[in-house]
Structures are given as structure tokens and as C-alpha cells.
């Protein structure tokens, strides 16, 4: 597996941009950027919609194109819903055409014209391509079920409250996917809706979460991330009294990006299971799950991974916690010899699954985790995206996102757009919360406004501007350029027209 880049490598890398030139600050010097990104051609795998379209309120006809070279919106919302690639529906419609010509039998037989497997191995082959996007073994990979799904399946089978160890450690500004706040109180950025995860977990098994689940918080609003140092502390304290940790690998607020094998390593030195709610790291940053000795991992396919909204999702287990031993699953009835787990079929010996034994035998590693018969037309559309990701490697990916994510900084901070408005240094109109330090950070920059402008300027750059990023209440602008269709010209369009947004959205607030 590749090595992660090292903090000095992105130094080194990042000393091309002149801060002092004037030049750097022009569309030109973008442009050139672009001609020598090695990585430039990817950016025609994937669809850019247009202005025009955008604007519309029609889907163009199939007989019309939905993207146009000269009128392309700056797409920068891939931390949100990644673009389509072109692969996606010529793969689709294959798919569609072998059901319609062969019914069942799409299940089992080898085609010669599609490029796809048979419908029962498709899970089987795109987890194989997952994993390289993860650093995982393959039998390490399931491509099953949704985000939510995946964590109560994993946490039945890693969080098991005992005596005095009951806690769940997690960071409390956490994706309302993940938990509920017990008690909640208003929130700066988010609203929790009433059931989630982590909480129900905890209530399963009769425990109070105000009680069992301790929250990570940012020392302060100013600054709302979380230093590596704190995370170890907290479990330091709270150790012998946790049953499980579980963090994010990049935080969705801010775009911090955690030191996963540091936090990893810290706990198992305290004898604790941890797992990494990856929705935002999958895609986004270099992984590698299995040499860092992650327990658990789970993640979507619909955000960095470009596989369309809603889709199927993943899971990682390493592979000492995916063992099966069939002479005792045999010897025991199925009472013992793996990882306890919920069980369903479709994670049962390939061998013998559709003899409907009354005894259940997990297939070894992830895979045994699964529950039921996976969507392949989901499957097929993930397979799209993996087949553009493996056109490159996850090195050369994070490497250009450094670089786009830094020279969208430069730009936001000293850029002729945007310098003014930072001009009177206690009362700046804007500033960026992400960490400054681009191996601390995934594909986003997350810019909090002063109040009051948040609707305005998000108005104007999507009615007016052609630019896509997306909100989170009351005041952040999330921006995620995405290395394998963003360009450094998508950067310098978003801080010329994050610019002109904000003087217009000031007038509005203040006249």
C-alpha cells in the first residue's frame, strides 16, 4: 500500500504558491495550475452541470446534453453528493439490459458483452475495488446495507456494556446519524433530530445515555476542533469505564481530518475496541485501515465516492475480528466459533447458502457481517465510481486535494476578493474554522460568516454565481473541492464569486 503523505511532503509541495506575487491571485495562474495537475483528465470522467441546467427547472431531454464545457457550474459540494460519472449509466443500463434478457439467470451466469459479473458476485467484486480505496485487506470489505444500518450492526457486534464498562466515547459534535445529545441544548450548527444510533444502542441494552456516553467537545466555539491530544486525555479518564470508542476519521463540520492511528493505537493500549464512522473520509483522504489496526469502520458511497444519493453503503472489519472457526461453529450448533453478531443469510458460506441449512456459517472476514441480498443496481453504480478511482491511487488523490484545499486558503485569505473583507482584524467578515494545516484536513474548508449574511450569500452564489457548496446553520459555508473533477480554477472562481456574495450580502444585512 502506498505510504500516507507526510506532513513535510505537503510543505514541500505547497512552496509553488508565491504569496507575495500578485500573479497567484489571477485566473491565469489558476489556469496554469490546471495544465500541470497530473491528474487533470479525470475531471472528464465525471458530468459538471451546467449553469443553465442548474438554473432550470426541467431535466434536459436524452437527446440533450446535461453538461456544457463553456457554461460549467463550480461544483463544490462533494462532501455532500458527488458528481455522476459518465461510467455510471452505460453501467446501469447493462446491468438493466442482462435482467430484462435473462431474468434469473442474470444471478449466475457469465456474460461476455457486459463487463459485468453475475448478479450473486457482484458484492463480492466491488468490495475487492473498495478496499484499495481504504488500505483493507479484501476480505476485510462489505458493500452492504446504509451508513445507519451499518453502525447498529457493527456496534451489536462490538458494543457489549459489562460490570463498570458501559460507556460509549464519541465526539460530540458528531453527524445526527450517529447519536442524540441526552438533554439536548442549542446547538451553534446543528439540529438533532430524536433517534439515532449510538443513543438507541445504549437504551437497548437499558442503560441511561447520560450516563454511558461520553461526549467530546471542542474547548471552544472559536475554534471547534478537537486536538489529538484532548481525544487521548478523554480516554485516558474514562477508560476503565468504556466499553467502546467511536470517532469520525473526518469530521463533517469543520473538515478536521483525525489521527486515526495514533487515537487507534492509544486505545487498544487501554485494552479498547474503537470504530470509525468514515462518511467523510472514504474517497476524501488516504486509508489504511488494516496496518493501522482499526476494529471497525463504516461509511456511505454517496459523497466522496460519487456512487448517487441513498446508495448502499460499507463496512470494515479486520480481519482477527472476521475469523470463523467451522469445526467449532459445527461442533457448537452455531453457538460458537465467530464474532457474535446479527446474522442473515446473505452473510452465510457461499457453498451452501442457497441450501437454506438451518445452521448458519458465516463467510470468513466482512462479508460474514452481511444480512441481506445487496441491491445490484446499487453495487453496479458504486463499481462505476471504483473503476474511475482506478485510474489513479489515493496518494496521487490526497496530494492534489493539499493543494486545492491550500491554494482555495490563499486565496480566501489574500486573494483581491476577499482580502477586504478581512481587513479590520477584530471584526472580520468571515473565518475559516477548518484546521490550517493541510495533513489535518480532508477536501474541505468550512468558512463561518459573520451573522446575518449566511442566507444571502448563499443565494447569490447559487442564483447569480453558478457556484454549488452547501450550509450549515446558522453561519458556515462548507467548500469541498474534490481532487479527482475539481480544479484550481473551480478555487479561483469560488473566492471571486464568495466575494462579490459576501459585499452583497453586507448591504443587504445593513441597509
Known sequence: MASVQTPEQTSNELSLFDSEHPQTFTVEYAQTLDQRDPLRHLRDEFIIPSKRVLRSKAVPGRDQNLDDPQDSCIYLCGNSLGLQPRRTA?????????????????????????GLPPFVHTDEVVANEMAKV????????AVMETLTANIHLLMASFYKPEGQRTKIIMEGKAFPSDHVRPNPQPQYFSCLPSQYAVESQIRHHDLDPSMSMILI????????TLTTAQ?????????????????????????????????????HSKGLLIGWDLAHAAGNVELRLHDWD?????????????????????????????????????SSGGAQGFRPRLCGWWGGDKSVRFQMRNQFLPIPGAAGYQVGNPSALDLTAV?????????????????????????LEL???????????????????????????????????????????????????????GVVVDERKPDVVRVAPAPLYNSFADCWGFAAAFGRAMGKAVKVRDR
Open 411 to 465: 486565496l480566501l485569505l489574500r486573494s483581491p476578493h476577499t482580502a477586504p473583507l478581512l481587513s479590520d482584524r477584530h471584526h472580520p467578515r468571515f473565518r475559516i474554522i477548518t484546521p490550517a494545516d493541510p495533513a489535518t484536513r480532508g477536501a474541505q474548508l468550512s468558512i463561518r460568516l459573520e451573522p446575518g449574511l449566511l442566507d444571502e450569500v448563499m443565494r447569490v452564489l447559487a442564483q447569480e454565481e
Open 217 to 224: 467537545e471542542p474547548e471552544s466555539q472559536d475554534n471547534p
Open 134 to 141: 481504504v488500505g483493507a485487506k479484501k476480505e476485510e470489505v
Open 294 to 330: 482499526v476494529d471497525f469502520a463504516v461509511w456511505c458511497n454517496y459523497k466522496y465516492l460519487n456512487a448517487g444519493p441513498g446508495t448502499i453503503g460499507a463496512l470494515f472489519v479486520h480481519e482477527r475480528h472476521g475469523r470463523v472457526d467451522r469445526d467449532l461453529v459445527q
Open 90 to 114: 452505460p453501467l446501469i443500463n447493462a446491468h438493466l439490459r442482462t435482467w430484462a434478457a435473462k431474468g434469473v439467470y442474470g444471478h449466475f451466469e457469465d456474460l461476455e458483452d457486459t
Open 383 to 407: 463499481s462505476a465510481s471504483l473503476a474511475v478511482f482506478a485510474l489513479t491511487d489515493m496518494a496521487a488523490l490526497r496530494r492534489k486535494s493539499c493543494l486545492l484545499t491550500s491554494y
Open 231 to 267: 481525544i487521548l486525555s478523554i480516554i485516558d479518564h474514562h477508560a476503565s469505564t468504556t466499553a467502546l470508542i467511536f470517532l469520525p476519521g473526518v469530521q463533517y463540520y469543520t473538515g478536521q481530518y483525525f489521527d486515526i492511528a495514533t487515537i487507534t493505537a492509544h486505545a
